[in-house]
């Protein structure tokens, strides 16, 4: 973002941290992984900061840094490691909602780049055309895995709702989850449009 340019990089840090962590941790599914992965980041970046703080969008620097950090083959070892030493059990995070916890776990059923491209289009509200440049993708690319991602996500996040909110079955899904605004006209739990020929 433009207006991070130029920040000093403990203001940056206090500005920037929880956001990014949040994102983050939406991409991965672990709150460990993602605070691991983000503080790395922010070291790199502050090694760098000189450079860094000049980035059209330093904030964006630092969240591509984690992601990519989280999905390296030796921390994908890893994961595989204590995922299995934790069976089937879901991760605790304190302070989060039912609706954000159903959130999360609905993207961990769809595949890594369908649900890197969704937190970036619809949660953080980057362009098709940032996410592209961001992931290193087409932008025909992005599109399919928005809509095949929107469309693997939504059975996830119906059968979520339907657990954790009382009554939700009955009077539809419930609200999303804090820091999700979908568009006017969304889908309140995938943040799809209805089809127009203009969503992307």
């Given at each position: 973002?433009?207006?991070?340019?130029?920040?000093?990089?403990?203001?940056?840090?206090?500005?920037?941290?929880?956001r990014v962590?949040?994102?983050?941790?939406?991409?991965?599914?672990?709150?460990?992984?993602?605070?691991?992965?983000?503080?790395?980041?922010?070291?790199?970046a502050w090694?760098?900061?000189?450079?860094?703080?000049?980035?059209?969008?330093?904030?964006?620097?630092?969240?591509?840094?984690?992601?990519?950090?989280?999905?390296?083959?030796?921390?994908?070892?890893?994961?595989?490691?204590?995922?299995?030493?934790?069976?089937?059990?879901?991760?605790?995070?304190?302070?989060?909602?039912?609706?954000?916890?159903?959130?999360?776990?609905?993207?961990?059923?769809?595949?890594?780049?369908?649900?890197?491209?969704?937190?970036?289009?619809?949660?953080?509200?980057?362009?098709?055309?940032e996410v592209?440049?961001?992931?290193?993708?087409?932008?025909?690319?992005?599109?399919?895995?928005?809509?095949?991602?929107?469309?693997?996500?939504?059975?996830?996040?119906?059968?979520?709702?339907?657990?954790?909110?009382?009554?939700?079955?009955?009077?539809?899904?419930?609200?999303?989850?804090?820091?999700?605004?979908?568009?006017?006209?969304?889908?309140?739990?995938?943040?799809?449009?209805?089809?127009?020929?203009?969503?992307?």
């Amino acid at each position: 973002m433009a207006e991070q340019r130029g920040l000093d990089f403990d203001d940056f840090y206090a500005a920037t941290y929880r956001r990014v962590v949040g994102q983050v941790y939406l991409m991965t599914g672990s709150m460990a992984e993602a605070e691991d992965c983000v503080q790395e980041a922010y070291a790199r970046a502050w090694q760098r900061w000189a450079k860094v703080s000049r980035h059209e969008a330093p904030e964006a620097w630092v969240r591509t840094v984690s992601y990519r950090l989280s999905v390296s083959a030796w921390r994908k070892a890893v994961n595989r490691l204590s995922a299995h030493r934790r069976g089937a059990a879901g991760e605790e995070v304190p302070g989060l909602s039912p609706d954000h916890l159903a959130l999360v776990a609905g993207l961990r059923k769809i595949s890594v780049e369908q649900r890197n491209a969704i937190v970036l289009h619809h949660l953080v509200g980057l362009s098709v055309q940032e996410v592209a440049a961001q992931t290193d993708s087409p932008v025909g690319t992005v599109k399919a895995r928005l809509s095949r991602g929107r469309k693997a996500l939504s059975p996830h996040l119906t059968e979520q709702w339907d657990e954790t909110a009382p009554g939700a079955s009955a009077v539809g899904p419930a609200a999303p989850p804090p820091g999700v605004r979908p568009a006017s006209g969304a889908h309140p739990a995938t943040g799809a449009r209805p089809a127009t020929g203009k969503e992307f």
